[in-house]
């Protein structure tokens, strides 16, 4: 799996490209975690360029959005595709994580 | 039948890591066939990452000699509804009997882990568990036309 990063507002958005599953999860997770801290744990992941994302994808961003909390920070979600925020959905992520439909819309 | 054989309609694969991307392939050939369009197809592929990797992790703790076997298959007499089937042969596990985690109001309260089993329940139309002497047997149906 790809990971595209650049600055955003006063933070980074990370975009990682492909399948965030179990296979991928460890990477992305890690490189998640990494650039929270470099953001000042202000993020917007990007997840227009993802085509699926199983349960180990959802304990990723979920460990994300824990990590901004615990420092006060700001943790935004935004593209999400129709299978993905199916899953979002289904897991009663949309209730509990930030999303935005668009990167033009988020704030950080 | 040797693990792996294409074309058939079963596999037996080792309880590892590595094991889910052969699921996955092994799954994209014997899904063309079938047919079963984009959601189907996504469905199926989840459901059986979660499953299997639910086995990898757990089935077999503290061993490495860990085996287990998949099954797809479309029920012409069931309006082809799809039918995912696993066996393994570790510890007891009934996954039709995890009670759903109640919904997590805050991002604290959240927890990390447990999602996949609730993830498989809201793709499939059916779950049904059997213990068959050592072996955990699972069968998950999908509706045609149905995500």
């Known amino acids: 799996m790809q990971i595209v990063e650049e600055p955003f507002g006063s933070g980074i958005v990370v975009r990682p490209i492909g399948r965030l599953d179990s296979t991928t999860a460890p990477a992305a997770e890690q490189a ?7 953001s000042g744990h202000r993020l917007l992941l990007d997840m227009g360029d993802l085509d699926y994302v199983s349960s180990a994808g959802l304990r990723v961003v979920l460990a994300a959005a824990k990590q901004s909390n615990a420092a006060s920070g700001r943790f935004l979600v935004c593209d999400l595709k129709p299978q993905v925020r199916q899953v979002f959905e289904l897991s009663g992520f949309t209730r509990i994580i930030s999303i935005v439909a668009t990167r033009a819309e988020a704030e950080l | 039948m040797p693990a792996g054989e294409a074309g058939a309609n079963r596999i037996e694969l080792p309880a590892q890591p590595d094991s889910i991307s052969r699921l996955w ?21 989840l459901c059986a990452e979660e499953i299997a990797t639910n086995i990898v ?24 509804a799809v039918r995912l089937s696993f066996e393994d042969w570790g510890i007891p596990f009934d996954p039709t009997a995890h009670a759903p985690a109640a919904a997590a109001g805050t991002v604290a309260e959240a927890e990390i882990g447990g999602l996949g089993i609730p993830l498989v329940r809201g793709f499939v139309q059916q779950m049904a568990y059997e213990r068959h002497g050592a072996a955990n047997r699972l069968t998950l149906v999908f509706a045609r036309g149905a995500s």
């Open chain 1, 32 to 38: 998640i975690r990494e650039a929270m801290t470099r």
């Open chain 2, 25 to 45: 392939d092994w799954l994209a050939g014997r899904l063309g066939p079938i047919e079963p369009g984009p959601e189907l197809s996504h469905a199926i592929r």
């Open chain 2, 57 to 80: 992790m757990h089935a077999y703790p503290g061993r490495a000699d860990g085996t287990f076997a998949v099954g797809l298959e479309a029920d012409p007499a069931a309006d082809g």
